[in-house]
């Protein structure tokens, strides 16, 4: 099974920030990623598809970019309804495996 | 607009079995494969299984095979996933959600919490 390990597993940062975080495939997955963003007690809401697809409804704010084995979701000026969990998940095939999360907290 | 909306989850004991059901409206449900997702308290997601469009392939995460059993009826729109011989490393909020056909989950219901203990 393919293996996506995301870093960091939690990053603080301020309103305003430029944040980056990174999902690493154990094997190439071409562009078969998508990100989520999951706040307390809410299903998880997709924000990029495709490795680098914006979902329909999602700030501008949001990028995505890679493909193979290395991944990046950018925000690139952190607003207060940011801070959340993101995921990212692999669409090779089953198991359609997610990363452990990266949780993004207030400075 | 896209509703997804599961239920027949609650507490069961250990060995026993649960059925959960996802139902789907504003959209063709027959065209779209559908996965369940859960999420124990506290951790992070884990996917579970898929059914294809037409029901034809199902998969599973190995730590549920033999055990659950996905399926659909698209006369109800509604998606179903069978639980037996539970464990307490099953407890967790399960989600069903709907693959968009371009490498990303495009809609999820709220969730339904089981919890398996004795």
């Known amino acids: 099974a393919i293996q996506l390990t995301q870093s960091p597993s939690s990053l603080s940062a301020s309103v305003g920030d430029r944040v980056t975080i990174t999902c690493r495939a154990s094997q190439g997955i071409g562009s078969a990623l998508a990100w989520y963003q999951q706040k307390p007690g809410k299903p998880p809401k997709l924000l990029i598809y495709?490795?680098?697809s914006l979902q329909s409804g999602v700030p501008s704010s949001f990028s995505g970019s890679g493909s193979g084995t290395k991944f990046t979701l950018t925000i690139s000026s952190l607003q207060p309804e940011d801070f959340a969990t993101y995921y990212c998940?692999?669409?090779?095939?089953?198991?359609?495996?997610f990363g452990q999360g990266t949780k993004l907290d207030i400075k | 607009q896209v509703q997804l909306v599961e239920s027949g989850g609650g507490v069961v004991q250990p060995g026993r079995s649960l059925r959960l059901s996802c139902a789907a409206s504003g959209f063709t449900f027959s065209s779209a494969a559908m996965h369940w997702v859960r999420q124990a308290p506290g951790k992070g997601l884990e996917w579970v299984a898929v059914?294809?469009?037409?029901?034809?392939?199902?998969y599973y995460v190995d730590s549920v095979k033999g055990r659950f059993s996905i399926s659909r009826d698209d006369s109800k729109n509604t998606l179903y996933v069978q639980m037996n011989s539970l464990r307490a490393e099953d407890t967790a909020v399960y989600y069903c959600?709907?693959?968009?056909?371009?490498?990303?989950?495009?809609?999820w219901g709220q969730g339904t919490l089981v919890t398996v203990s004795s």
């Open positions: 495709d490795a680098s």
């Open positions: 059914i294809s469009y037409d029901g034809t392939k199902r």
């Open positions: 959600a709907r693959y968009s056909g371009t490498y990303g989950f495009d809609y």
């Open positions: 998940q692999q669409f090779t095939g089953s198991p359609y495996t």
